[in-house]
Structure formats: structure tokens, C-alpha cells
């Protein structure tokens, strides 16, 4: 896995910029950061080994500098959606092999985006507000899960559940819900305190596990059901903080039939989001307010998602919810980088929108360094970053390919999830065999993958 | 402060000291100086060995804050100084250790003020060995190690910034690593071009590769007595090219090396370095016309004593302590310019003095128009406030720590002009002075104090003042030590 970085251009040191330098950084890639502020290019360059550079990511004389004719990718997530594509547009002036991707956020843009793409040249236009809201419906729709991420367009999903101290899995062992219950998924991880386990058959499972599976929607439904679990979507939620990602939320949840309610300050952005969603209910107030919470009736609504702008007022609002509802809670958190105090505050489901952006971003990347032989789909990274969960699209014969699986020499800390088969999913076993045109999945807890054959040994 | 990361990246320092000791072996093994090689053999095993212990794992914790970055830079120099004298008192060239020291730490810090009355008698072994510390000391020995030693982690600059000269490091690449390797591609290729002139030019191989190392490290250790007097005009003037081009912002020959030419030249400390050079040169050879009575040679040796002294070497291929007194000044004053940043030169930097003359001019401006809101620039882009203040803070802390040093220099009674330069010329990495630490004569008459007061100045020159202050400032390691005894107690 030694081969040489790609050389990226990133514009905008935010939290997105800087999350994505790291990240992209740390898996062997050249960074060089544009951004106007001397001070936030200094911040980065103090704990990241990348190039900064003061200046202006849309003038010409600055891209130069960077040395944009040598340059394999082009990121532009500064603040302002116009100067992302502005940015976009002119490196792809400058060099027409260069991949472009643009953060562009305003839902004023939403239904333009294919067009901006294909008129425009970018080769990928990225919402993490858009992924933020989507991720939260998601875990609207099944209320059980902590985090839910999906592949192969949808057909498969990655869900991780907390199991109830008392619950009917309590000691049994992996094998045990294999033979009792379903067979048609895979374990990939559990959670236990600080410790992270890959469990194999003879795993034992205890209460207040946090567990990690991949199957269909129906087999995860019918798991959860069999194991005790209410798998009902939510009917209302409660929505703090108008912002865009609320907006994309409300969108999604009225479509779906879910009863929207919208808590926003500023009386100008109520306004907008009435006319915007007009089945949705829009109040206007301090959401910091506990009694109005309660005459908005926090106390009864099934689910409650703070999306304000301030992380320790989402944090707030999520550990008032708990404590004075039963409702299913989702916190958004932007900047703050205290992941084990969060983790220890037990807020349930958070939401990263700037991991979000960046697993996408590198999934992105990783395929475009792969050789042809396969690509990397989808990435995910799990069990707090010790893990990585990546969705091959197998384009070539190679050396997998063709094989059973149980002839196949492979590396210890991969397992193979599943085989989406013309469509269709499936859970592998040792005879099952690996073929062109097929989407493989699989979890490793060895960094950098960036195509198929990186399993083997 | 992560004292382990110290530890680690010292004992690295370690081996690679201990491996370039395989050079002088090599000499001493040619020229059958078997007792002297068995000494360097020994020094160089245990240095190893010691290296390998003590950095035997990568700490769990590999980062470098800034302070961690100064005090390790500080620590590693010293230990490199202590280690690398030990062959030189072994060998008994140089029995006393203060002397030792004193020599060797002008070595490292490219300095070349010596405390040998007679360096003709010195073995090969050691001869080279000497000249070669000048070549380590030139980049920097920490950046050689990010160039070689594969570290991960962000916060690696820290080291490269402690140890860098000038106000502010850039990198030529996204990654350190890369950067570092650059960096000491273009020394290494600039070394062996000058070894290769050299020896066409007619100079032995041996001089050549002692003259070439303590050129590119803009070191000044002669292996005459009379350091370059009795070469020949050609090689003389080889050296003075190599010194001007070794004193070079190394951005520059990247910049070159990548087909930007022209961004290259426009580099304004680089195009200001070059302006007081023929300035200068043009001065002093009217100046010392009548001394030689023919342009040829007035302007061969004026122009070597400026870039000798200009880039911080201190070679000499003439007695300029009989030159005329406006030649003395210049060149005193040529003293506190120094090279550029970026390159293997010392000094307070030509971009310092750039920086500092601008907002010099601002500041006139200010009194003129009260309310005019200008910023400082430099190639272009502007310099921002807290670079503009760091540079004064630099000259400030210069000062005093010039001013004590002088203070305590001139306890020994000597007379100013050579207390003067003494201290001048080691804070600046000079070597040769003017009076009795002039181009003929050393340092070996001052006393142990002196010496040792010269030694830091030497060690706070090359690292830019400030690694040295930190690491010998208690209050770095206060609130950590005091937390670590504390957790021991309890």
C-alpha cells in the first residue's frame, strides 16, 4: 500500500478544510491549503504536515503558486457556495485533468446541482448539510439504531444498536443468533467501554454492548423485532435551530409523512421556512428556553433533533430531552473535538456533518487512486476510527475474482460483509465466489485500502 | 513536555552522529593513522549503541509542540557538541576539554574560530573529521534526520522551525519529509560540484574535501595555518563563488531546480544580498587599492573577506586586521548583516534587516501621516504584524545577550576592539575576528570563562537565540516536573 500521494489542493481553511487536510494527510496524500486567513493557515500547520499557502483560491496568480498543472485533485469548501465553484471553474482553466469537487450548501441550488455538475465540469459537488439531514432521517425511520450508513445504493445498511443491560442476548454468543435467529447478517464490531472488539462464532455478547451488523433492511427489521426492539419509525420530531441542514430535514421527513416541528430565533428565517415547508410547523422562540420546550411539547414528542449552529447548545437541549422525554434524540456537532467526552455523555445519536463530508471526500479520493481493477464505492469509518468499512465495485477480473472465498488467502482483519450479486445481497460463506460487475463489502481494521485486492495477504 | 519524544529523537541524533564518523575512519584507514582510527571506531560505536537504546521504541505520544521542538533542537546540539569532541581529547590533539568543546561547537555551529595554534600537525582523521562537522552543522542535523528517519505526525515542523535558520520557515513541499530530503539534495549536489571544481582547479583531493565542507556549511575551519593565503588566485576564487552561493536562500535553488526562474530572481532578500555583496566589494577595493597597487588583486581579495564574512564562513586569503579602518567597519558591520535565511549561513539574516528597514521607513511615515494604514511587504505579500514584532523582539534579545557576553568577555582585560569582535564574531558564526582574534591568530590565549561564555553564543547563534533560551529557561520544565514528582509522590 506504499504508493505515492496524490497531490490536493484545498481551499478554505474550515472546519471542513481542515478536518479533510488531516484526515487526507494521515492516509499519505500532499496537501496544499489556500485559505485568506494567515492565522486559521496557522493553526493547521501547527498539528498537520501539509503546505499552506496566504491568498485567494480563485485568483490565478495564487493557484499557480500552488502549482495547479501538477495538482491530481481540487477541494474548494470555503464558506461561500459561489466561490466553491468559482474556484472549481478556474482550476479546471488552468488544467483539464484536475478533479474538482465544490462544497455548495444553499437549498437555493438544490434542484441545479446535476446541472452545475455537467455545465460547469466539477466532477462532485458535496451538501454535508444535505448528508447531515439524510443521516438523521435515517435514524428517524428506525428510531433503534445509534448510526446508520448504507451501501450499495441503499440495498444494504450497516446499523448499530445498544443492547438493553437485560436484554434476551445477554451472554449468548455470536453463533447462537445465527442458529436461532437469522443467519442473513454479519457481525462487524462491538463496542465495550473503551474497548473494541472484531467478534468471531464463540463471541459473547453482554448487556449494554454496543453492536455493529450489515444486512437488508427487511432481515434488520425482523432481527430487531425478534430481539425485543420497537421498530417503528417516529411520527413528529421536534427540530431546533432553522438552519439549511433542518431545512433539508423537515424536506424529507413531511415527504415520508412524519409531522414536522421547527423551533427558529431569527423571525426572517421563520418566515422563509414557512413559505419554503408549509406542512411543517414553524415557531418562533429561544429553543434554549426550557418552557417553551415544554409548550412546544417536548415532553410528548417521539423525536427530538437539535441542529443549531452552537455545539454545546445542541449538546444542552439533547440532555434536556432525555431527561424530560422518552423521545428519540439526534445531536448535531460541528467543531467540537472532544469525542470521548461526548461519548461518555451518552447523547445517543450525533451526527458529524465535517466526518461526513470528509469519509466522502476520501472514498473519493481512494478511488481514484486505485488502479482499474476495482473501486472504492462507499467508505465509512467505525468504532470510533479503528475500523473502516469500504464498498468495492469489482470492474475487472483479478486475482479474487473467480475464486471461493474459503481459497482465498486473506488478510486476518478483514471480513467480508456482503456480495451484492446483480442486486442482490449476499451474506458470503466460504463457497461463494466473487465475480465482475458484483459490489463487495468489507471492514478492515487496517487503514488505506484502496482497492480489492488490497485484502489479500 | 513530552520527554520521552526527547529522549527518542536525541538517540536518533545519536546514530546518525556516530554513522558520519565512518568518514573520518575512512580518511584515517587511507592514510594509515591506525591508533587515531581505533579512537574514532570506539567513539563511534558507543555513540551508536547509546543511540540505539535510547530510541529503541517510538514513544505512544510523538508530539512536538513548539517548546518540546526548541528544547530537543537545544538538547540534540549539545549532546552533538559533547559527543563530537570526545575523539579530539581521546586522540590527544586537543586534551582539554573546555578547548575540545570549544572547537567542536565552533564546528557544528559553522563558525570555525579555533583554538589550534598549529593545525597543520592535526592527523587526517581528525582534520576531516573537524571539517566535516562544519557540513553537518550547515543544515542542521535535525532536518537531515526528518530526511531520513521516517517519522509521522504533523508537528515534525516544530523541529525543523527550532532549528531553520531565519524568521520564518516555508516549505518547498507539502511534507516535511520531502522537504528536508530537498533541502539537503541541492546542499549535498552543491558540495560535490564545488569538490569536483576544486580538484580540477589543482588542489589537493584531501583540501578540496575539507575546503568544500567548510564551505557549504559556511563553516570557516582551515587545514592551514594561514587558512587560504597561500592557494592559488583560481581556487581562491572558486571558494569565494561557493561561499556567496552556500549563503543563498535555499528556496532559491528549489525554485531554480523547478524551472521558476524568474520567481527565483525576484526573491528580494536574495536580489538585497546581492546588492550589499558588490556593494561592499566595490567599497573596500577602492579602499585597498593602494595596498596591492593593482585592481586584479584588490578586488580578489576584498571580494573574498565579503562573502567570507557576509555568509558567515570566515576563511581569509588575506590579513584584513592590516586593511584600512573604513574596510574594518565594513566588514564588522557585514558581520551582523549575515546571509540569507534559509541558506547554511548565520547571522541576524539579510530578510531580518529587510523587514526591519521597512518598518523603519513606516514608522518615519507615521509621524508624516498620522492615519495612513500600511502594511510591510516582502516578495509581494504581506508581512503580517506578529512576524514584524518577532523580527524586533530578535534584534532586542540580540542585544542583550551580545551586551552581557561582551560584558563578561572583557573581564579578561583585552582590548575593545578584540572583545568586540570576539563575541561578534562567534554570536554571527564568523570565526575570525579583528585584533588578537584576527585572521591569524585564535582563540586559545582567552580563558575558560570566556571560552565558555562564547560557546553559548556560539550554540544561540546558530539556533537563533531563542531554542537556547527555552531549553536553559527553568520555567519550561516547571509545571511538568513538578506535575511528574508530584504523581511519583503520590
Known amino acids: ?457 | 513536555m513530552n520527554y520521552k519524544m526527547h529522549l527518542f529523537v536525541t538517540g536518533k541524533v545519536m546514530i546518525i552522529l556516530g554513522s558520519l564518523m565512518a568518514i573520518p575512519i575512512v580518511t584515517g584507514l587511507f592514510y594509515q593513522e591506525a591508533d587515531k582510527v581505533f579512537i574514532y571506531i570506539v567513539t563511534a560505536l558507543v555513540t551508536i549503541l547509546l543511540g540505539i537504546l535510547m530510541s529503541i521504541k517510538l514513544p505512544v505520544n510523538s508530539k512536538i509542540f513548539l517548546k518540546d521542538g526548541c528544547v530537543i533542537t537545544a538538547l540534540s546540539w549539545v549532546v552533538m557538541s559533547v559527543v563530537g569532541c570526545i575523539p579530539f581529547m581521546l586522540t590527544g590533539e586537543i586534551p582539554n576539554f573546555t578547548n575540545a568543546l570549544f572547537e567542536t561547537v565552533s564546528g557544528f555551529t559553522t563558525t570555525g574560530a579555533s583554538i589550534l595554534t598549529e593545525v597543520e600537525s592535526m592527523s587526517h582523521t581528525s582534520l576531516i573529521w573537524r571539517s566535516l562537522t562544519h557540513w553537518i552543522g550547515g543544515m542542521g542535523v535535525l532536518v537531515f534526520l526528518l530526511a531520513v528517519v521516517p517519522m509521522t505526525g504533523g508537528t515534525n515542523m516544530n523541529l525543523m522551525k527550532a532549528e531553520s535558520p531565519g524568521p520564518s520557515v516555508g516549505k518547498l513541499v507539502p511534507k516535511v519529509r520531502a522537504t528536508a530530503k530537498a533541502l539537503y539534495l541541492i546542499y549535498l549536489a552543491l558540495t560535490v560540484i564545488e569538490i569536483i571544481v576544486l580538484i580540477c582547479c589543482g588542489m589537493p583531493v584531501f583540501d578540496s574535501f575539507c575546503s568544500a565542507f567548510g564551505t557549504a556549511g559556511t563553516g570557516g575551519f582551515g587545514i592551514k595555518n594561514d587558512s587560504f593565503m597561500s592557494y592559488s588566485s583560481l581556487i581562491q576564487w572558486v571558494v569565494t563563488f561557493f561561499m556567496i552561493l552556500f549563503g543563498v536562500n535555499f528556496n532559491f535553488y528549489y525554485l531554480i531546480v523547478t524551472k521558476q526562474i524568474v520567481k527565483g530572481f525576484k526573491m528580494e532578500e536574495v536580489r538585497a544580498y546581492i546588492l550589499i555583496i558588490l556593494g561592499s566589494v566595490a567599497v573596500i577595493t577602492v579602499n585597498i587599492f593602494s595596498l596591492y597597487g593593482n585592481v586584479k588583486d584588490a578586488l580578489k581579495h576584498s571580494a573574498f573577506q565579503v562573502a567570507t564574512v557576509i555568509t558567515t564562513t570566515g576563511f581569509s586569503s588575506a590579513d584584513f586586521d592590516t586593511w584600512p579602518t573604513l574596510t574594518k567597519c565594513i566588514l564588522v558591520m557585514l558581520m551582523f548583516v549575515g546571509a540569507c535565511a534559509g541558506s547554511t549561513g548565520g547571522g541576524i539574516k539579510v530578510s531580518r534587516l529587510i523587514i526591519k528597514l521597512k518598518s523603519f521607513a513606516k514608522e518615519i511615515d507615521s509621524y508624516i501621516h498620522p492615519n495612513n494604514i500600511k502594511t510591510i511587504k516582502m516578495d509581494g505579500k504581506p508581512v503580517d504584524d506578529g512576524m514584524v514584532r518577532s523580527v524586533s523582539a530578535y534584534y532586542f534579545v540580540f542585544l542583550v545577550i551580545f551586551t552581557v557576553s561582551l560584558l563578561i568577555v572583557s573581564i579578561e582585560g583585552h582590548d575593545l576592539v578584540t572583545s568586540f569582535t570576539a563575541v561578534a564574531a562567534t554570536i554571527n558564526n564568523i570565526g575570525p575576528g579583528l585584533a588578537l582574534v584576527g585572521p591569524t591568530a585564535n582563540y586559545s590565549f582567552m580563558t575558560g570563562l570566556s571560552k565558555w561564555v562564547l560557546i553559548f553564543d556560539m550554540l544561540a547563534g546558530r539556533l537563533e537565540l531563542f531554542p537556547m533560551l527555552i531549553f536553559l529557561y527553568p520555567g519550561t520544565y516547571k509545571k511538568s516536573l513538578r506535575s511528574k514528582i508530584s504523581k511519583l509522590v503520590r
Open chain 1, 1 to 457: 500500500m506504499n504508493r505515492s500521494g496524490l497531490t490536493i489542493i484545498i481551499v478554505g481553511a474550515g472546519k471542513v478544510g481542515c478536518t479533510l487536510a488531516v484526515r487526507l494527510t494521515d492516509e499519505g496524500h500532499n496537501i496544499i491549503m489556500i485559505d485568506k486567513s494567515e492565522d486559521r493557515l496557522n493553526d493547521l500547520q501547527k498539528n498537520t504536515d501539509c503546505m499552506i499557502l496566504h491568498g485567494s483560491g480563485s485568483s490565478h496568480e495564487t493557484l499557480e503558486e500552488a502549482g495547479i498543472a501538477d495538482t491530481d485533485l481540487f477541494i474548494a469548501v470555503t464558506d461561500s457556495d459561489e466561490l466553491n465553484l468559482l474556484c472549481c471553474t478556474i482550476a479546471k482553466q488552468f488544467n483539464s485533468n484536475i478533479a474538482t469537487i465544490a462544497r455548495v450548501r444553499d437549498p437555493d441550488y438544490g434542484n441545479e446541482i446535476p446541472y452545475l455538475r455537467s455545465r460547469l465540469a466539477i466532477d462532485m459537488i458535496i451538501n454535508p448539510e444535505f448528508e447531515a439531514a439524510a443521516c438523521a432521517a435515517r435514524l428517524l425511520f428506525l428510531p433503534a439504531a445509534i448510526s446508520i450508513n448504507t451501501f450499495a445504493h441503499g440495498s444494504a445498511e450497516l446499523v448499530r444498536i445498544r443492547l438493553p443491560e437485560d436484554n434476551m442476548l445477554d451472554g449468548k454468543d455470536i453463533a447462537y443468533i445465527g442458529k436461532n435467529i437469522t443467519n442473513n447478517m454479519v457481525f462487524v464490531g462491538v463496542e465495550r467501554g473503551e474497548e473494541v472488539f472484531i467478534p468471531n462464532g464463540s463471541f459473547v455478547l453482554k448487556g449494554g454492548d454496543v453492536i455493529s451488523f450489515v444486512s437488508s433492511r427487511k432481515v434488520c427489521l425482523g432481527f430487531l423485532k425478534a430481539i425485543g426492539y420497537n421498530t417503528k419509525s417516529v411520527r413528529d420530531t421536534l427540530i431546533i435551530g432553522g438552519g439549511k441542514s433542518a431545512f433539508y430535514l423537515a424536506d424529507q421527513l413531511i415527504k415520508s409523512g412524519i409531522s414536522v416541528k421547527i423551533i427558529e430565533k431569527d423571525p426572517k428565517r421563520c418566515e422563509y421556512l414557512s413559505t419554503m415547508l408549509p406542512k411543517a410547523t414553524i415557531l418562533n422562540g429561544d429553543g434554549i428556553d426550557s418552557n417553551f420546550l415544554e409548550e412546544a411539547g417536548i415532553e410528548d414528542t417521539d423525536s427530538f433533533v437539535a441542529l443549531t449552529g452552537i455545539d454545546e447548545e445542541n449538546i444542552m437541549l439533547t440532555l434536556h430531552a432525555r431527561n424530560v422525554s422518552n423521545a428519540k434524540v439526534v445531536t448535531k456537532i460541528n467543531r467540537i473535538t472532544f469525542t470521548q467526552v461526548i461519548n461518555s455523555l451518552n447523547l445517543g445519536s450525533v451526527i458529524y456533518p465535517k466526518y461526513i463530508t470528509a469519509e466522502t471526500i476520501i472514498s473519493y479520493v481512494r478511488a481514484r487512486q486505485a488502479s482499474i481493477g476495482s473501486n472504492v464505492e462507499v467508505m465509512y469509518l467505525l468504532l470510533d476510527g479503528n475500523a473502516e468499512a469500504i464498498e468495492f465495485k469489482v470492474k475487472e477480473e483479478s486475482s479474487v475474482t473467480g475464486v471461493p472465498l474459503k481459497d482465498l488467502n486473506i488478510k486476518n482483519n478483514v471480513i467480508i460483509s456482503f456480495i451484492s450479486h446483480n442486486g442482490k445481497l449476499i451474506i458470503p460463506t466460504g463457497n461463494d465466489v466473487i465475480s465482475v460487475g458484483d459490489n463487495v463489502m468489507i471492514v478492515t481494521t487496517q487503514k488505506g485500502f484502496t482497492e480489492l485486492q488490497d485484502i489479500m495477504r
